[in-house]
Protein backbone atom coordinates (compact mmCIF):
# COMPACT_ATOMS: atom_id res chain seq x y z
CA UNK A 1 0.00 0.00 0.00
CA UNK A 2 3.11 2.46 0.13
CA UNK A 3 2.34 3.08 -3.45
CA UNK A 4 -0.28 6.01 -4.58
CA UNK A 5 -2.79 4.86 -6.86
CA UNK A 6 -2.42 5.60 -10.87
CA UNK A 7 -4.24 7.25 -12.32
CA UNK A 8 -5.52 5.27 -15.59
CA UNK A 9 -6.04 8.79 -17.71
CA UNK A 10 -4.48 12.39 -17.79
CA UNK A 11 -5.38 14.10 -15.22
CA UNK A 12 -4.52 17.42 -13.32
CA UNK A 13 -1.71 18.37 -10.77
CA UNK A 14 -4.22 19.03 -7.97
CA UNK A 15 -5.30 14.97 -8.57
CA UNK A 16 -1.69 13.59 -8.78
CA UNK A 17 -1.14 15.36 -5.72
CA UNK A 18 -4.59 14.23 -3.99
CA UNK A 19 -3.29 10.45 -4.94
CA UNK A 20 0.10 11.34 -3.61
CA UNK A 21 -1.37 11.87 -0.33
CA UNK A 22 -3.44 8.78 -0.69
CA UNK A 23 -0.68 7.00 -0.95
CA UNK A 24 1.19 8.28 2.07
CA UNK A 25 -1.53 7.74 4.24
CA UNK A 26 -2.44 4.44 3.38
CA UNK A 27 1.36 3.98 4.69
CA UNK A 28 0.74 5.77 7.55
CA UNK A 29 -1.78 3.26 8.66
CA UNK A 30 0.43 0.33 8.05
CA UNK A 31 2.45 -0.08 11.31
CA UNK A 32 6.16 -0.96 11.19
CA UNK A 33 7.64 -4.04 9.63
CA UNK A 34 7.36 -6.74 11.81
CA UNK A 35 11.09 -8.47 11.98
CA UNK A 36 11.75 -10.75 14.10
CA UNK A 37 15.02 -10.78 15.77
CA UNK A 38 17.14 -13.58 15.56
CA UNK A 39 16.97 -14.54 19.61
CA UNK A 40 13.37 -14.33 19.74
CA UNK A 41 13.14 -16.85 16.87
CA UNK A 42 12.71 -20.09 17.61
CA UNK A 43 15.45 -22.12 16.40
CA UNK A 44 15.54 -24.12 13.77
CA UNK A 45 17.42 -27.28 14.95
CA UNK A 46 14.62 -27.25 17.99
CA UNK A 47 11.56 -28.16 15.17
CA UNK A 48 13.95 -30.63 13.20
CA UNK A 49 14.42 -32.30 16.40
CA UNK A 50 10.76 -32.82 17.53
CA UNK A 51 10.31 -34.01 14.09
CA UNK A 52 13.30 -36.54 14.37
CA UNK A 53 11.86 -37.51 17.69
CA UNK A 54 7.93 -38.29 16.30
CA UNK A 55 9.61 -40.04 13.68
CA UNK A 56 11.95 -42.55 15.92
CA UNK A 57 8.58 -42.75 18.25
CA UNK A 58 6.70 -44.36 14.93
CA UNK A 59 9.30 -46.83 14.21
CA UNK A 60 10.05 -47.82 17.77
CA UNK A 61 5.96 -48.10 18.23
CA UNK A 62 6.28 -49.99 14.57
CA UNK A 63 8.46 -52.71 15.55
CA UNK A 64 7.14 -52.82 19.21
CA UNK A 65 3.91 -53.85 17.78
CA UNK A 66 6.12 -56.30 15.73
CA UNK A 67 7.33 -57.79 19.05
CA UNK A 68 4.45 -58.27 20.62
CA UNK A 69 2.10 -59.83 17.97
CA UNK A 70 3.81 -60.20 15.20
CA UNK A 71 5.09 -63.55 13.21
CA UNK A 72 8.22 -65.32 14.74
CA UNK A 73 11.61 -63.95 14.09
CA UNK A 74 13.77 -65.89 13.86
CA UNK A 75 18.02 -63.99 12.35
CA UNK A 76 21.38 -65.78 12.03
CA UNK A 77 23.97 -63.65 12.62
CA UNK A 78 22.51 -60.50 12.42
CA UNK A 79 24.85 -57.42 11.32
CA UNK A 80 27.73 -60.24 11.19
CA UNK A 81 27.70 -60.53 14.63
CA UNK A 82 28.27 -64.22 16.28
CA UNK A 83 24.41 -64.95 17.16
CA UNK A 84 21.15 -66.20 16.53
CA UNK A 85 17.95 -64.70 17.71
CA UNK A 86 14.60 -66.35 17.63
CA UNK A 87 11.98 -64.29 19.43
CA UNK A 88 8.17 -65.75 19.72
CA UNK A 89 6.00 -62.85 20.40
CA UNK A 90 3.45 -63.42 23.14
CA UNK A 91 0.51 -62.75 21.28
CA UNK A 92 -0.71 -62.65 17.51
CA UNK A 93 -2.11 -59.74 16.16
CA UNK A 94 -3.51 -60.12 12.60
CA UNK A 95 -2.31 -56.21 12.03
CA UNK A 96 1.33 -56.82 13.12
CA UNK A 97 1.90 -59.77 10.83
CA UNK A 98 4.52 -59.71 7.57
CA UNK A 99 1.94 -59.11 5.40
CA UNK A 100 0.13 -56.60 6.74
CA UNK A 101 3.19 -54.44 8.47
CA UNK A 102 6.17 -56.19 7.38
CA UNK A 103 9.66 -55.33 9.30
CA UNK A 104 11.63 -52.22 8.53
CA UNK A 105 14.75 -53.68 7.54
CA UNK A 106 12.32 -55.39 4.82
CA UNK A 107 11.08 -52.08 3.63
CA UNK A 108 14.36 -50.63 3.29
CA UNK A 109 15.58 -53.61 1.27
CA UNK A 110 13.04 -52.74 -0.99
CA UNK A 111 14.21 -49.60 -2.12
CA UNK A 112 17.38 -51.85 -3.77
CA UNK A 113 15.57 -54.88 -5.33
CA UNK A 114 15.88 -54.94 -8.76
CA UNK A 115 13.55 -54.86 -11.54
CA UNK A 116 12.84 -56.28 -14.85
CA UNK A 117 15.59 -54.21 -16.28
CA UNK A 118 18.14 -53.96 -13.70
CA UNK A 119 17.02 -50.90 -12.23
CA UNK A 120 16.60 -50.79 -8.27
CA UNK A 121 13.27 -49.67 -7.39
CA UNK A 122 14.69 -46.27 -5.34
CA UNK A 123 15.24 -45.16 -9.00
CA UNK A 124 12.21 -46.18 -10.53
CA UNK A 125 10.15 -44.79 -7.71
CA UNK A 126 12.21 -41.53 -8.05
CA UNK A 127 11.25 -41.42 -11.96
CA UNK A 128 7.67 -42.02 -11.31
CA UNK A 129 7.77 -39.07 -8.43
CA UNK A 130 8.92 -36.56 -10.88
CA UNK A 131 6.17 -37.76 -13.27
CA UNK A 132 3.65 -37.30 -10.49
CA UNK A 133 5.10 -34.14 -9.19
CA UNK A 134 4.55 -32.28 -13.30
CA UNK A 135 0.90 -32.93 -12.67
CA UNK A 136 0.51 -31.72 -9.15
CA UNK A 137 2.89 -28.71 -10.25
CA UNK A 138 0.26 -27.96 -13.21
CA UNK A 139 -2.66 -28.67 -11.07
CA UNK A 140 -1.41 -26.85 -7.91
CA UNK A 141 -1.15 -23.80 -10.21
CA UNK A 142 -4.57 -24.18 -12.57
CA UNK A 143 -6.19 -24.85 -9.30
CA UNK A 144 -4.98 -21.99 -7.58
CA UNK A 145 -5.68 -19.54 -10.11
CA UNK A 146 -8.81 -21.10 -10.48
CA UNK A 147 -9.95 -20.00 -7.18
CA UNK A 148 -8.22 -16.65 -6.92
CA UNK A 149 -10.09 -15.72 -9.55
CA UNK A 150 -13.22 -17.15 -8.25
CA UNK A 151 -12.41 -15.60 -4.77
CA UNK A 152 -12.25 -12.07 -6.85
CA UNK A 153 -15.60 -12.40 -8.80
CA UNK A 154 -17.29 -13.41 -5.38
CA UNK A 155 -16.25 -10.68 -3.33
CA UNK A 156 -17.68 -7.97 -6.00
CA UNK A 157 -20.67 -10.22 -6.73
CA UNK A 158 -22.51 -10.70 -3.27
CA UNK A 159 -25.22 -12.75 -4.87
CA UNK A 160 -22.84 -14.92 -6.63
CA UNK A 161 -21.62 -15.75 -3.47
CA UNK A 162 -24.62 -16.52 -1.62
CA UNK A 163 -25.52 -19.19 -4.52
CA UNK A 164 -22.20 -20.36 -5.73
CA UNK A 165 -20.71 -21.18 -1.92
CA UNK A 166 -22.95 -24.07 -1.40
CA UNK A 167 -22.50 -25.61 -5.01
CA UNK A 168 -18.46 -24.94 -4.82
CA UNK A 169 -18.95 -26.48 -0.64
CA UNK A 170 -20.87 -29.85 -2.69
CA UNK A 171 -18.70 -29.80 -4.97
CA UNK A 172 -16.46 -31.16 -2.90
CA UNK A 173 -18.46 -33.78 -1.20
CA UNK A 174 -18.35 -36.05 -4.38
CA UNK A 175 -15.46 -38.93 -3.92
CA UNK A 176 -12.20 -37.98 -5.67
CA UNK A 177 -12.14 -41.64 -7.12
CA UNK A 178 -15.51 -41.28 -8.61
CA UNK A 179 -14.78 -38.15 -10.40
CA UNK A 180 -11.31 -38.80 -11.54
CA UNK A 181 -12.42 -41.32 -14.64
CA UNK A 182 -14.55 -39.26 -15.80
CA UNK A 183 -12.47 -36.44 -15.90
CA UNK A 184 -9.08 -38.22 -17.29
CA UNK A 185 -11.03 -41.06 -19.23
CA UNK A 186 -13.34 -38.88 -20.65
CA UNK A 187 -11.17 -35.80 -21.58
CA UNK A 188 -8.28 -38.15 -22.94
CA UNK A 189 -5.82 -35.33 -22.41
CA UNK A 190 -3.16 -37.82 -21.20
CA UNK A 191 -1.41 -36.29 -18.19
CA UNK A 192 -3.22 -32.77 -18.41
CA UNK A 193 -6.44 -34.61 -17.36
CA UNK A 194 -4.38 -36.15 -13.92
CA UNK A 195 -3.17 -32.29 -13.73
CA UNK A 196 -7.17 -31.38 -13.47
CA UNK A 197 -8.46 -33.60 -10.93
CA UNK A 198 -5.38 -32.36 -8.95
CA UNK A 199 -6.98 -28.96 -9.68
CA UNK A 200 -9.99 -30.43 -8.54
CA UNK A 201 -8.30 -30.96 -4.88
CA UNK A 202 -6.80 -27.67 -5.18
CA UNK A 203 -9.23 -24.81 -5.97
CA UNK A 204 -11.58 -24.92 -2.85
CA UNK A 205 -8.95 -24.16 -0.09
CA UNK A 206 -7.77 -21.46 -2.16
CA UNK A 207 -11.33 -19.74 -2.89
CA UNK A 208 -12.33 -19.99 0.61
CA UNK A 209 -8.70 -19.07 2.21
CA UNK A 210 -8.85 -15.82 -0.61
CA UNK A 211 -12.49 -14.42 0.51
CA UNK A 212 -11.59 -14.55 4.08
CA UNK A 213 -7.95 -13.13 3.44
CA UNK A 214 -9.77 -10.29 0.95
CA UNK A 215 -12.49 -9.11 4.14
CA UNK A 216 -10.07 -8.92 6.33
CA UNK A 217 -8.34 -5.69 5.52
CA UNK A 218 -8.51 -2.37 7.75
CA UNK A 219 -11.87 -1.14 7.47
CA UNK A 220 -10.34 2.42 7.47
CA UNK A 221 -7.88 1.49 4.24
CA UNK A 222 -11.42 0.67 2.48
CA UNK A 223 -12.82 4.53 3.89
CA UNK A 224 -10.16 5.94 2.67
CA UNK A 225 -9.90 4.01 -0.74
CA UNK A 226 -13.49 5.29 -1.35
CA UNK A 227 -12.61 9.07 -0.26
CA UNK A 228 -10.51 8.95 -3.47
CA UNK A 229 -12.69 7.61 -5.89
CA UNK A 230 -10.46 4.42 -6.18
CA UNK A 231 -11.84 1.84 -8.68
CA UNK A 232 -12.57 -1.65 -7.71
CA UNK A 233 -9.30 -2.86 -9.44
CA UNK A 234 -7.51 -0.32 -7.71
CA UNK A 235 -9.16 -1.88 -4.62
CA UNK A 236 -8.43 -5.54 -4.96
CA UNK A 237 -5.08 -4.77 -6.18
CA UNK A 238 -3.71 -2.54 -3.53
CA UNK A 239 -5.81 -3.43 -0.75
CA UNK A 240 -7.64 -6.83 -1.08
CA UNK A 241 -5.09 -8.86 -1.83
CA UNK A 242 -2.09 -7.62 0.20
CA UNK A 243 -4.44 -8.53 2.93
CA UNK A 244 -5.17 -12.10 1.93
CA UNK A 245 -1.53 -12.86 1.57
CA UNK A 246 -0.98 -14.82 4.70
CA UNK A 247 -4.49 -16.59 4.43
CA UNK A 248 -3.52 -17.30 0.49
CA UNK A 249 -0.27 -19.28 1.53
CA UNK A 250 -2.03 -21.33 4.66
CA UNK A 251 -4.34 -22.35 1.72
CA UNK A 252 -1.49 -23.15 -0.34
CA UNK A 253 0.11 -25.28 2.07
CA UNK A 254 -3.12 -27.50 2.14
CA UNK A 255 -3.24 -27.30 -1.81
CA UNK A 256 0.10 -28.47 -1.98
CA UNK A 257 -0.41 -31.57 -0.80
CA UNK A 258 -3.94 -31.80 -2.05
CA UNK A 259 -2.74 -31.61 -5.59
CA UNK A 260 -0.03 -34.87 -4.82
CA UNK A 261 -3.00 -36.43 -3.84
CA UNK A 262 -4.82 -35.39 -6.75
CA UNK A 263 -2.19 -36.24 -9.20
CA UNK A 264 -1.94 -40.12 -7.89
CA UNK A 265 -5.42 -40.57 -7.76
CA UNK A 266 -5.80 -39.37 -11.40
CA UNK A 267 -2.90 -41.81 -12.55
CA UNK A 268 -4.85 -44.47 -11.37
CA UNK A 269 -7.68 -44.76 -13.80
CA UNK A 270 -6.04 -43.45 -16.53
CA UNK A 271 -3.43 -46.18 -17.60
CA UNK A 272 -0.53 -44.70 -17.68
CA UNK A 273 2.98 -46.57 -15.08
CA UNK A 274 4.79 -43.40 -15.05
CA UNK A 275 3.51 -41.97 -11.96
CA UNK A 276 3.24 -43.46 -8.62
CA UNK A 277 -0.23 -43.84 -9.05
CA UNK A 278 0.80 -47.09 -11.57
CA UNK A 279 3.71 -47.98 -8.81
CA UNK A 280 1.10 -48.22 -6.30
CA UNK A 281 -0.93 -50.65 -8.61
CA UNK A 282 1.81 -52.65 -9.73
CA UNK A 283 3.20 -52.96 -5.83
CA UNK A 284 -0.31 -54.11 -5.25
CA UNK A 285 -0.36 -56.89 -7.54
CA UNK A 286 3.06 -58.24 -6.06
CA UNK A 287 1.92 -57.44 -2.11
CA UNK A 288 1.41 -60.75 -0.94
CA UNK A 289 4.86 -61.88 -1.67
CA UNK A 290 6.86 -58.43 -1.57
CA UNK A 291 4.83 -56.22 0.69
CA UNK A 292 7.72 -53.83 1.38
CA UNK A 293 7.70 -52.58 -2.26
CA UNK A 294 4.41 -50.90 -1.25
CA UNK A 295 5.51 -49.79 1.79
CA UNK A 296 8.19 -48.01 -0.16
CA UNK A 297 5.99 -46.83 -2.88
CA UNK A 298 3.62 -44.99 0.18
CA UNK A 299 7.04 -43.65 1.59
CA UNK A 300 8.15 -42.14 -1.75
CA UNK A 301 4.89 -40.58 -1.98
CA UNK A 302 4.77 -39.55 1.55
CA UNK A 303 8.29 -37.63 0.73
CA UNK A 304 6.62 -35.72 -2.06
CA UNK A 305 4.28 -34.81 -0.25
CA UNK A 306 5.89 -33.23 2.51
CA UNK A 307 8.62 -31.50 -0.27
CA UNK A 308 5.78 -29.74 -1.98
CA UNK A 309 4.66 -28.43 1.19
CA UNK A 310 8.14 -27.48 2.57
CA UNK A 311 8.19 -25.30 -1.08
CA UNK A 312 5.15 -23.61 -0.25
CA UNK A 313 6.70 -22.89 3.03
CA UNK A 314 9.89 -21.22 1.59
CA UNK A 315 7.87 -19.34 -0.81
CA UNK A 316 5.97 -17.94 2.12
CA UNK A 317 9.19 -16.62 3.97
CA UNK A 318 10.53 -15.23 1.16
CA UNK A 319 7.05 -13.09 -0.08
CA UNK A 320 5.99 -12.30 3.42
CA UNK A 321 9.28 -10.87 4.86
CA UNK A 322 8.46 -7.64 4.82
CA UNK A 323 4.65 -8.01 5.20
CA UNK A 324 3.19 -5.22 7.53
CA UNK A 325 0.10 -7.48 9.32
CA UNK A 326 -3.20 -5.03 10.18
CA UNK A 327 -3.59 -3.72 13.19
CA UNK A 328 -6.86 -3.62 13.74
CA UNK A 329 -8.49 -6.31 11.46
CA UNK A 330 -12.44 -6.33 10.45
CA UNK A 331 -14.69 -7.72 7.88
CA UNK A 332 -14.77 -5.15 5.18
CA UNK A 333 -17.71 -4.65 2.83
Not at 114 to 137: E, Q
Request: hydrophobic share 55%; charged share 15%; aromatic share 8%.
Amino acid sequence: MANALEPDHEVDPALLEASAELGSDLEAMAPPTQRLAADRRRPRWKAALGILAILVAILVVWEGLKLLGGNRLVLDRPLGLPIQIDHRPPFTWKIANDLSLPHLWTVAAAFFEMDSVGDPLALRLLWSALATFRGALVGFALGAGIGLALAALLIQVRFLERSLVPLLVASQTVPIVAIAPIIVVGLKAGWFGIAIVAAYLTFFPVTVAAIRGMRSADPRAFELLRSYAATDRQVLTRLRLPAAAPFLFTAFRIAATASVVGAIVGELPSGTREGLGGAILNAMQYYSIQPGRLWATIIVASLLGIGCFLLVVLAERRALRNYRPATEPGAAA
